[in-house]
């Protein structure tokens, strides 16, 4: 059963644009936040919480398949395409025209929000394979191309969805004034949902007291280093 909001997309951009913003800023979060080890396997699959055994996930290939998806520049990109191919007019009447495509379109903002926010989100007690200062950058580019969108749609003076132009009209608003808001809206939100959690971690990186915290980073990253090495060994042995 759709949701009351999920029943507005056709009425509402505004209302399409907060599905999509609840999907990749509030759902996909609290998934990692609530449970990482069972959406992305974060290190071992074999010490899952759960104490599942899963031999292929635990195979040197599907490892390097797995930090490849779980790279940030990936996760970046993947988010990035995502938001803004399906924003494109062409893409988006698709998915507007069939309840197939729009529930596709649903579940790639809930996996690419998922992809995006996990290097934000990885534990703590696994060893990081790039600089900490690299998140806050990582939340901050985020930004640009959302906001290039957002511009966009609250600038450009036209309706870009032809399917609204026939809509009713709910709340008393024009098709160009529900555009704007949709666009204003993602504007605000992501500004605020991808540079807050960049301004904590990089006053967490300037304390004196996170100090301690990346000495236990590199030591987990050495103690890493050193098995895989170990292994790589044995192997050949």
Known sequence: ????????????LTAHMIN???????????????????????????KSSRGFHILFLCSAPAQRVLRFFKH????????????????IPAVFQLAMRSRWWHDAEYASFLVAGL???WPVFQP????????????????FLATLPCD????????????VYPSYLSAPRLFNL????DQQCAGALMWVSVTFAYLLPAIVITIRILSPLDAHSQQAE???????????LNGSQAEVL
Request: aromatic share 12%; with cysteine.
């Open 115 to 117: 992809l995006f926010w």
């Open 20 to 46: 999509h913003l609840v999907l990749m800023t509030i759902v996909a979060p609290l998934m990692l936040w609530g449970g990482p080890g069972l959406v992305l396997w974060p290190g071992d699959p074999a």
């Open 72 to 87: 940030p520049v990936f996760c970046w990109l993947c988010a990035t395409a995502t938001v803004i191919g399906w924003h």
């Open 174 to 177: 024009s098709p160009m004034q």
């Open 1 to 12: 059963m759709d949701s009351p909001l999920s029943t507005l997309d056709h009425d509402l």
């Open 218 to 228: 590199r030591v987990a990253l050495q103690r890493l280093s050193s098995r895989s």
């Open 124 to 139: 703590l007690s696994s060893a990081r394979e790039w600089p900490r200062w690299s998140t806050p950058l990582y939340l």
């Open 148 to 159: 290039i969108l957002s511009a966009f749609l609250v600038f450009c003076g036209r309706v």
